[in-house]
């Protein structure tokens, strides 16, 4: 073999191992997510938006009571979260820049981005559970939003960084205060990606089951209070994905393909959001 | 006025993410006290886990974390690069598109839906060919490398995209092979992201719950070989958290709270402040 031909084998066979290496990824991933379509369709029926849980063999049960508590604990993170990881965004690229402070907390949050989810669960336990008392939707929501505050901060800062400076200085030219050239200008150049952050932190938090474990809890029944424990999709999957019972575990199945559902839909509409954009411009 | 106001209130909300973090910390050490005050150092070298003597000694679970998060790098990091050179240099760019979204997708799928994935089908075949029990740290190794591959794959794809085309061309221009080009130009230009990249997902499965929760046993043992069942710090947390009922048990596991907390921080400062910063500078 001359040298020439084993430079040709040497780069065929790599080529191959790592062609290889990704369709053995692929196919293991495929394998899961077909996995959950095939589990989840089959445990599909309307029982499950109709009923709240029950105990195992009854007919009537279903996941009301967590379809709603996931939205209520989602939601009330996302009402706390968002709009405070916008406004520190906001600090870090309006006012902060490039000095040591902001950069600071810009490394800080990132650190926080990756932190293990379930020990903030154990710090929400500490100092909002045990003053209470007992568990409760508030300290859920609360150990979702400081996961979802990061990633907020994270992409406002670097979508508020995208908007050209000559933008701002021609409002301020026009006599504008700060505020308003931030509100007005800077917030509206930015839309797009901003709102991506949103869904996108949205998202991330949705699948979160760690956190919740200890904080809300879980529940069997329907229930709105805000002061105790609240059923979700995630705690209730785990629930039920453990137990015995071959039902229960149907429904918990059911809810990891609704569940799924929810954040790839969420992921999808914003890349699309952003791709419209790129395309509008 | 508003402006002051303004400026105000979004730099309150900067500083309560410092103030947050440092809060974390404070409590889960307040909280940790009593425990390392009774064990010491005993805490992290002795592994008797032995609630109804109160006795807490953390080892296992800090072995079980980081053998668990160890097995799953040494699975998932040769097929990450792999998958990375795939996306990055192989594929066509129409797959590359399909592929490139997919493998972003499946890094959005909770990891709660790998644990489930892992104990309901994987685990199954593991018993069958090795013939244990299935559950134990092999498991729980092979589930966790699973689900942080796509995170992986992605941001080593990333870091390996920095390369600027005109290096590329220059080695092709010289004769060079695909593989010559990978080894010799994309993998020297971004060692530093690539790097970084890995140890941020090794961040990531050493604070993995779920995904290892269902796979694990939740034994407090240090495991006398990879099939036998075994326990992770944050397995420990999510199945004995509610359980705990005297001060001391409790305070253990704020104790292994805080281990982890430090664990992951110290991973992901190295891998942020040491790689990923080099490899913007460069």
Do not use: C
Not at chain 1, 223 to 239: E, G, H, I, K, R
């Amino acid at each position: 073999m001359t040298a020439v031909q084993k430079r040709i084998f040497i780069n065929k066979l790599a080529l191959v191992f790592s062609t290889l290496s990704a369709v053995i990824a692929l196919a293991f991933l495929f394998w899961i997510l077909g996995v959950l379509v095939m589990k989840g369709v089959s445990a599909l029926n309307w029982n499950i938006f109709i009923y709240e849980g029950a105990p195992p063999g009854y007919a009537e049960s279903g996941l009301k009571h967590a379809l709603v508590g996931q939205l209520i604990l989602v939601g009330m993170a996302t009402g706390v979260g968002v709009p405070l990881g916008i406004l520190a965004g906001t600090y870090l690229s309006e006012y902060g820049k490039n000095s040591k402070l902001a950069n600071t907390i810009r490394d800080i949050s990132d650190i926080m981005m990756s932190a293990p989810s379930i020990v903030i669960g154990a710090f929400v336990y500490a100092v909002v559970v045990i003053p209470m008392g007992h568990f409760s939707a508030w300290a859920g929501a609360i150990a979702l939003a400081i996961m979802m505050m990061p990633i907020i901060l994270r992409t406002t800062d670097d979508m508020l960084q995208l908007v050209p400076g000559t933008l701002r200085e021609a409002a301020f030219a026009l006599g504008a205060p700060k505020y308003k050239v931030i509100m007005d200008v800077v917030y509206r150049g930015a839309k797009a990606g901003i709102l991506t952050g949103v869904l996108l932190g949205v998202a991330r938090v949705a699948g979160e089951t760690a956190p919740l474990l200890f904080t809300s809890f879980n529940d069997n029944f329907f229930t709105t209070d805000l002061n105790q424990a609240m059923p979700s999709l995630t705690v209730t999957m785990f629930n039920y994905a453990t137990s015995p019972y071959e039902d229960w575990q149907q429904l918990g199945w059911a809810a990891a393909f609704i569940l799924s559902m929810f954040i790839l839909g969420l992921n999808i509409l914003g890349r699309l959001i952003l791709l419209t954009r790129k395309k509008g411009k | 006025m508003v402006d002051k106001l303004f400026q105000n209130l979004t730099r309150i909300s900067a500083f309560l993410i410092l103030l947050i973090v440092a809060w974390i910390f404070v409590v889960l050490f307040n909280q940790s006290t009593e425990a390392m005050q009774t064990f010491g150092l005993d805490f992290i070298t002795k592994d008797e886990w032995a609630p109804n003597v109160d006795k807490f000694g953390a080892y296992a679970a800090i072995f079980g974390s980081v053998a668990s998060t160890f097995l799953a790098m040494l699975l998932a990091i040769p097929v990450a690069i792999g998958v990375a050179i795939f996306l990055s240099e192989i594929a066509h760019d129409k797959i590359k598109g399909f592929f490139g979204v997919s493998v972003e997708l499946l890094a959005a799928i909770p990891s709660v839906i790998y644990g489930m994935w892992g104990l309901f089908y994987f685990v199954p075949i593991l018993r069958d060919l090795t013939g244990g029990m299935g559950i134990g740290l092999l498991a729980a190794g092979i589930v966790l490398s699973i689900m942080i591959l796509p995170f992986m794959a992605a941001v080593t794809r990333d870091a390996m995209n920095t390369t600027p085309d005109i290096l590329k061309e220059s080695a092709y221009a010289l004769g060079g092979t695909q593989w010559d080009v990978i080894k010799d130009v994309i993998i020297p230009y971004a060692k530093a992201g690539i790097i970084g990249s890995l140890i941020l997902a090794l961040g990531r499965a050493i604070g993995e719950t779920m995904a290892v929760t269902f796979v694990m046993g939740n034994v407090h043992k240090v495991p006398t070989s990879i099939l036998s069942p075994t326990t992770s710090i944050p397995v420990t947390l999510a199945n004995e958290f509610t359980e705990a009922d005297t001060s001391l048990y409790f305070s253990s596991l704020f104790g292994l709270a805080l281990t982890l907390l430090i664990m992951s921080f110290v991973v992901i400062a190295i891998a942020k402040f040491y790689f990923l910063r080099k490899a913007r500078r460069a």
